[in-house]
């Protein structure tokens, strides 16, 4: 069977089930935070993370609700991380604003997570505790599972850049695949290839998890 692309196991749920509709309110991620450095900087400051209008009902007015604290596993050195919640004025949807280098629902950050499933290109740091075997086996198993419905998110988007990826790949993809081309696509770094892309996923659609 050689030449013949078989299709990839199907994802499982929890990684393309859409929320838009299910909730008034939940997370969000800005994209333009990738580092510890940059989100320091801005969550100090009240408006750093606020959103310029509110997910669900579209009201420009968000007011700062309260600030909550995350502790990612994994990572030799890194801090308790302060999030910023903010809730609507309007419809008092309440939106929690994630820096785009955590990790959303794993309590990780994503360099910890591209040490486990690209160990070549990212070694793992002195110091670093083990990943638990049951939760790398979840990870690798996500890693080679079906990319069809982040492909077909990018393939809609309307930006070019994007589409590009989904074309570079195709409807039969892993996730490992489509995270490889979009990387070299976009000249993405060693320990950097996960979060934009992830990312990006939400923001297309809320809920959608690419790991």
Same mark, same amino acid.
């Given at each position: *069977?050689?030449?013949?692309?078989? #299709?990839?196991?199907?994802?499982?749920?929890?990684?393309?089930?859409?929320?838009?509709?299910?909730? @008034? !309110?939940?997370?969000?991620?800005? $994209?333009?935070?990738?580092?510890?450095?940059?989100?320091?900087?801005?969550?100090? $400051?009240?408006?750093?993370?606020?959103?310029?209008?509110?997910?669900?009902?579209?009201?420009?007015?968000?007011? *700062?609700?309260?600030?909550?604290?995350?502790?990612?596993? !994994?990572?030799?050195?890194?801090?308790?991380?302060?999030?910023?919640?903010?809730?609507?004025?309007?419809?008092?949807?309440?939106?929690?604003?994630? %820096?785009?280098?955590?990790?959303?629902?794993?309590?990780?950050?994503?360099?910890?997570?591209?040490?486990?499933?690209? %160990? @070549?290109?990212?070694?793992?740091?002195?110091?670093?505790?083990?990943?638990?075997?049951?939760?790398?086996?979840?990870?690798? #198993?996500?890693?080679?599972?079906? #990319?069809?419905?982040?492909?077909?998110?990018?393939?809609?988007?309307?930006?070019?850049?994007?589409?590009?990826?989904?074309? $570079?790949?195709?409807?039969?993809?892993?996730?490992? @695949?489509?995270?490889?081309?979009?990387?070299?696509?976009?000249?993405?770094?060693?320990?950097?290839?996960?979060?934009?892309?992830?990312?990006?996923?939400? *923001?297309?659609?809320?809920?959608?998890?690419? *790991?």
């Amino acid at each position: *069977m050689t030449g013949i692309d078989l #299709a990839p196991p199907e994802a499982e749920a929890c990684l393309i089930r859409s929320r838009v509709a299910s909730y @008034k !309110g939940g997370t969000l991620v800005d $994209d333009a935070v990738v580092d510890l450095a940059e989100h320091l900087r801005r969550i100090v $400051d009240v408006d750093g993370y606020r959103p310029a209008r509110c997910a669900h009902c579209g009201h420009l007015h968000l007011h *700062m609700h309260d600030r909550i604290e995350r502790r990612p596993r !994994g990572e030799p050195g890194l801090p308790v991380v302060v999030v910023a919640r903010y809730i609507c004025a309007e419809c008092e949807a309440t939106w929690r604003v994630l %820096p785009a280098f955590l990790a959303r629902h794993l309590w990780r950050v994503w360099p910890t997570v591209e040490r486990l499933v690209l %160990p @070549k290109d990212t070694p793992t740091q002195p110091g670093a505790p083990a990943i638990p075997e049951r939760t790398g086996r979840r990870w690798r #198993a996500r890693w080679s599972s079906s #990319a069809l419905v982040v492909v077909t998110l990018l393939a809609v988007s309307g930006v070019t850049a994007l589409e590009a990826s989904a074309r $570079d790949v195709g409807l039969v993809a892993t996730r490992s @695949k489509l995270v490889a081309a979009h990387g070299h696509r976009t000249s993405a770094r060693p320990g950097a290839r996960l979060a934009p892309l992830a990312a990006t996923t939400h *923001m297309l659609e809320r809920g959608i998890r690419l *790991m």
